[in-house]
T-cell receptor, first 113, second 111 residues
Framework: DGGITQSPKYLFRKEGQNVTLSCEQNLNHDAMYWYRQDPGQGLRLIYYSQIVNDFQKGDIAEGYSVSREKKESFPLTVTSAQKNPTAFYLC????????????FGSGTQLSVL | GNSVTQMEGPVTLSEEAFLTINCTYTATGYPSLFWYVQYPGEGLQLLLKATKADDKGSNKGFEATYRKETTSFHLEKGSVQVSDSAVYFCALRASYDKVIFGPGTSLSVIP
């Protein structure tokens, strides 16, 4: 079955540590996105990518980095520069086209130890 | 710029009550409009969508009509169930890259 997979489901970060969240899709979608969701809040866009080896900053990119070396994969690194990383992180993918929906992964809950 | 405004909850209803969640948007051009639903601890999933003016999206008893004259896409359901308890997000897509989400509306349905 095609889908989008995020791992791990729960992740803990120590002070000064970088952590990487995985996002893989087998839907052959060109576009991939990372969103951050805080409790009781909406979704805020961190980074997005339309094609391999290219990505753009979203609204809250500071303290985060991404790569897009393969079409299927779009990992997100939360760096030590992100001082408030505790949140629920959602990855999504979509075909190009204004009528197309986003397909979401099941999310990763990141907490600070 | 493009934006989505929706009523903020939480909304609490009794089972079998009528549901309306208001959503209005600001966009240039002719966006596609979506309602997504999120159950606790999960990602979002598409509930319904409409891609042009006067289109009605429907799914699982939920409906929303794309009203260009009022720039609205209100979500309705005639009789809610406990299993409808979730967070609902209105969203628009007006370009090939970004999707704009509203802040979400939390719905609790009590027996």
């Amino acid at each position: 079955d095609g889908g989008i997979t995020q791992s791990p489901k729960y992740l803990f970060r120590k002070e000064g540590q970088n952590v990487t969240l995985s996002c893989e899709q087998n839907l052959n979608h060109d576009a991939m996105y990372w969103y951050r969701q805080d409790p009781g809040q909406g979704l805020r866009l961190i980074y997005y990518s339309q094609i391999v080896n290219d990505f753009q900053k979203g609204d809250i990119a500071e303290g985060y980095s991404v790569s897009r070396e393969k079409k299927e994969s779009f990992p997100l690194t939360v760096t030590s520069a992100q001082k408030n990383p505790t949140a629920f992180y959602l990855c999504a993918s979509t075909p190009t086209g204004w009528e197309e929906k986003l397909f979401f992964g099941s999310g990763t809950q990141l907490s600070v130890l | 710029g493009n934006s989505v405004t929706q009523m903020e909850g939480p909304v609490t209803l009794s089972e079998e009550a009528f549901l309306t969640i208001n959503c209005t948007y600001t966009a240039t051009g002719y966006p596609s409009l979506f309602w997504y639903v999120q159950y606790p601890g999960e990602g979002l999933q598409l509930l319904l969508k409409a891609t042009k003016a006067d289109d009605k999206g429907s799914n699982k008893g939920f409906e929303a009509t794309y009203r260009k004259e009022t720039t609205s896409f209100h979500l309705e359901k005639g009789s809610v169930q406990v299993s409808d308890s979730a967070v609902y997000f209105c969203a628009l897509r007006a370009s090939y890259d970004k999707v704009i989400f509203g802040p979400g509306t939390s719905l609790s349905v009590i027996p």
